[in-house]
Nanobody, 125 residues
Framework: QVQLVESGGGLVQAGGSLRLSCAAS????????MGWFRQAPGKERDFVAA????????VYADSVKGRFTISRDNAKNTVYLQMNSLKPEDTAVYYC??????????????????WGQGTQVTVSS
């Protein structure tokens, strides 16, 4: 079992920044890939970013590339999502997820076995 708890969401003006955190407990955090997804009202849950167990490889959705940065601290069992230059279209509930069966930073939500409860990010125009 893996437990994931996100934090750091909130209300921010367009152009602002937020840093999301996801604290993991349970199975060995440093052995699996982690991802961030988001879901806006009435829409599908979409891929945002992912990172390998070592942090050596990261992948991003085109919509956030150059603005968001995913990172992890295996000593703290935590993965982060630094979000800069936020836009109103970034408004969504953000979820972190763990891929305990694979090492690659996949883009599909079906590759991830465990999910956090989500944290709301609202960007005002």
């Amino acid at each position: 079992q893996v437990q994931l708890v996100e934090s750091g969401g909130g209300l921010v003006q367009a152009g602002g920044s937020l840093r999301l955190s996801c604290a993991a407990s349970g199975r060995t955090f440093s052995r699996y890939a982690m991802g961030w997804f988001r879901q806006a009202p009435g829409k599908e849950r979409d891929f945002v970013a992912a990172i390998t167990w070592s942090g050596g490889t990261t992948v991003y959705a085109d919509s956030v590339k150059g603005r968001f940065t995913i990172s992890r601290d295996n000593a703290k069992n935590t993965v982060y999502l630094q979000m800069n230059s936020l836009k109103p279209e970034d408004t969504a509930v953000y979820y972190c997820a763990a891929n305990v069966f694979g090492s690659s930073p996949g883009r599909s939500k079906y590759e991830y076995s465990y999910w956090g409860q989500g944290t709301q990010v609202t960007v005002s125009s």
